[in-house]
């Protein structure tokens, strides 16, 4: 499995972007790159996953670097509601997810 | 359609005896993965079934064990409960081959007390 890292904790304005990184130097050419989130009592909430190029989707955007070793999640315009922890899993043949640590989000009104 | 359900919501139990954890996919998924996430330990991968099959098994003693019945339901058993097992214990589920290049779907949990 790939190693991730990512800030413990990230703070943020409501209604402005938030920038998530990670770092996932050991990936292997075929993983998938997918974010989840985990929002308080809840289980984990899939955010957006990709391979190669950058993805868009209604919740967020995903840059991916070019040479795959590290990612960063877009949320365009926070909310109260985005508070959550994020997790960044690269996945490979294996049907599973590893969850690191993740970032905790706290999203300021 | 309906999301990922688990039951029971809650359940508490003394050490040495033994629990079932049931699981229902979302409609037509065949996928279906089971996580452990404790305070210290955070989220952990415990099993994953594909077609009743088991494919894929995490770091957790025999005491954990599962398993997936033809119409894609999956229960776990943890036998010989230990006061470590107290957790909350996630389902997944998700369609085609598995999570590699789609979403899984999370259940709201069991929370599990080992008293």
């Known amino acids: 499995d790939a190693k991730t890292t990512q800030p413990n904790s990230m703070e943020s304005n409501e209604e402005e972007p938030v920038h998530l990184p990670c770092n996932h130097s050991?990936?292997?050419?075929?993983?998938?790159i997918h974010w989840y989130r985990q929002l308080p009592s809840q289980g984990p909430e899939y955010v957006i996953h990709?391979?190669?190029s950058n993805v868009n989707n209604r919740m967020a955007s995903l840059a991916i670097a070019e040479d795959r070793k590290s990612s960063t999640l877009i949320l365009h315009r926070a909310t109260l509601r985005d508070a959550a922890v994020y997790y960044c899993i690269p996945i490979q043949g294996a049907q599973k997810l590893v969850f690191g640590q993740g970032t905790r989000l706290t999203i300021n009104p | 359609k309906a999301g990922v359900t688990q039951t029971p919501r809650y359940l508490i139990k003394t050490r040495g005896q033994q629990v079932t954890l049931s699981c229902s996919p979302i409609s037509g998924h065949r996928s279906v993965s089971w996580y452990q996430q404790t305070p210290g330990q955070g989220l952990q991968f415990l099993f994953e079934y594909f077609s009743e099959t088991q494919r894929n098994k995490g770091n957790f003693p025999g005491r954990f064990s599962g398993r997936q019945f033809s119409n894609s339901r999956s229960e776990m058993n943890v036998s010989t409960l230990e006061l470590g097992d107290s957790a909350l214990y996630l389902c997944?589920?998700?369609?085609?081959?598995?999570?590699?290049?789609?979403?899984?779907?999370f259940g709201q949990g069991t929370r599990l007390t080992v008293v």
């Open positions: 050991t990936i292997s050419g075929t993983d998938y």
């Open positions: 997944a589920s998700s369609s085609g081959q598995g999570v590699l290049n789609t979403e899984a779907f």
């Open positions: 990709g391979l190669t």
